[in-house]
C-alpha cells in the first residue's frame, strides 16, 4: 500500500456489482477468519455476495465502499441497516431512531491508515441525514483489535441487561465464529455498542 494514503484519496461510493468480487476480498480477510462451528469460512463467496445483494436490493443501496481514487483499489466495505431494512439472516432488526453497522471490513494493508474512521464518519453522516434517526449502533466480537477506534470515535459499551441476555449472547457468538481470537483468549462473545447523534 502506498505510505501516501490520505483522507483526500479516499473515496466512499455506494457498492456496484462491478466491485463485488473485491469488496468480498476485503470482507474475508477480516471475518474470513472467523471460523464457524463448522469450520466454515466467516464470509460468503462472490456468487453467494452477489445472491443476497439481488435478493434484498435494499440492502445493496446502504451498501458503501472506501475507494483508493488514485488506483480505484477497495480500501474498505460497510454494509448498514436501518429502520425497514433488517440486517441480514434476520440477526438485527433496527428500532425506529437506529442505523446499524452490519460489517465494516478494512484491507489488511490499508490498516492504520484512516479508512476505518473515514467509513465511521460516513455512517455517522448518513445516520445523521436518515429522518428521525438518534443512534448509531454495532456489535463487535470481544478481543477485536477494532473496539479502540470505535470508542475513540465516541461508541460506548451497553451492558447487557442481566446476565441471561449475556449468556445467550456468548453462546451464540462461540456457536456461529468460535474463538476467533484463539481458545486461551479470555474473552468471549460481544459488546453491543452505541453512539448518540443528539
Known sequence: MDSSLNNDNIEIVQLEEKYFAEAVEVLNQGFGTKRCCICVSGVKGVRQFRQSHTAKPLKREIAFLAIDKRTNTILGVVQLSKPGVPAF????????????????????????????????????????????????????????????????????????????????WTFMVTLFVGRPYGWCNPEWGLHNMKKKLI
Open 89 to 168: 439472516f434476520g440477526m438485527h432488526t433496527c428500532a425506529p431512531n437506529e442505523v446499524y453497522i452490519d460489517q465494516l471490513g478494512v484491507a489488511e494493508d490499508a490498516r492504520g491508515r484512516g479508512v476505518g474512521t473515514k467509513l465511521l464518519e460516513f455512517c455517522e453522516n448518513f445516520a445523521r441525514n436518515e429522518p428521525g434517526i438518534e443512534i448509531l449502533t454495532l456489535d463487535v466480537l470481544k478481543g477485536n483489535k477494532a473496539l479502540s477506534l470505535y470508542e475513540r470515535f465516541g461508541f460506548e459499551i451497553v451492558p447487557f441487561s442481566n446476565a441471561c441476555e449475556r449468556g445467550m
